[in-house]
């Protein structure tokens, strides 16, 4: 990866940036709440499991096949995935979360990269993997390492939510975060080789987490 390649991928997955990703647990609240996650070793292995069987893993995938519409200037095509990926979300809450995260991408991007535009202008409602397939192709970064700096953005998010919820130190957050590294890279190559006939997920967990989550007494996450 070049220099610029390189500052682009780190601009994206950074958590300054303005998509609000910071505001949602995807469900861990109320896991914290019911004591299902008490510890670190609790949330590492939550992580894992989506990792490997959740919903975060066909994310990776549809945004393989988004970058790949993106540098072949299709928007209709990835008209059909950012739908598809809109109809994959099993809860509502989730869907919220993917819709308004790639609505506020699609806003900065409209300032930093008019360009997109053009492939973003039917994808509306557009989610989140969707607009960063389209600014990582848009600003070169190699497919790769796009898809494995968007599983690595939304690991350190969660495990961000549950430093502040469980709570956690900062320290034991940074080596859930490096303990994971293995699996990050694994779910990114899987991403690559899933058939469309292959795109599933076993996450009832985190659905049944993120529904409950607007009957907690306190929230301070959106979901």
Request: aromatic share 8%; charged share 15%.
């Amino acid at each position: 990866m070049n220099a610029r390649s390189l500052l682009s991928l780190l601009q994206l997955v950074s958590p300054g940036l303005p998509v609000g990703a910071y505001t949602y647990s995807e469900g861990l609240e109320t896991l914290v709440q019911q004591e299902q996650l008490k510890t670190a070793a609790d949330l590492q292995q939550w992580l894992m499991q989506e990792l490997q069987y959740g919903g975060i893993r066909v994310e990776a995938a549809i945004l393989v096949r988004a970058y790949q519409a993106a540098l072949q200037a299709d928007p209709h095509q990835l008209s059909i995935w950012n739908q598809w990926l809109s109809a994959f979300r099993e809860t509502e809450e989730m869907r919220e979360q993917s819709w308004q995260m790639g609505r506020s991408l699609n806003r900065l991007l409209k300032e930093l990269q008019p360009q997109s535009q053009s492939l973003l202008a039917i994808c509306e409602p557009c989610n989140f993997a969707v607009a960063f397939a389209v600014a990582a192709a848009c600003w070169q970064i190699d497919r790769s390492e796009a898809v494995l700096g968007y599983l690595q953005s939304w690991a350190t998010n969660l495990i961000n939510a549950g430093v502040r919820l469980i709570p956690l130190g900062q320290t034991q957050g940074q080596q859930i975060l490096l303990n994971l590294s293995d699996q990050l890279e694994k779910t990114c190559a899987e991403a690559f080789s899933l058939s469309d006939d292959q795109l599933e997920c076993c996450s009832w967990g985190v659905s049944l987490a993120s529904m409950n989550h607007e009957t907690l007494y306190s929230r301070l996450f959106r979901s």
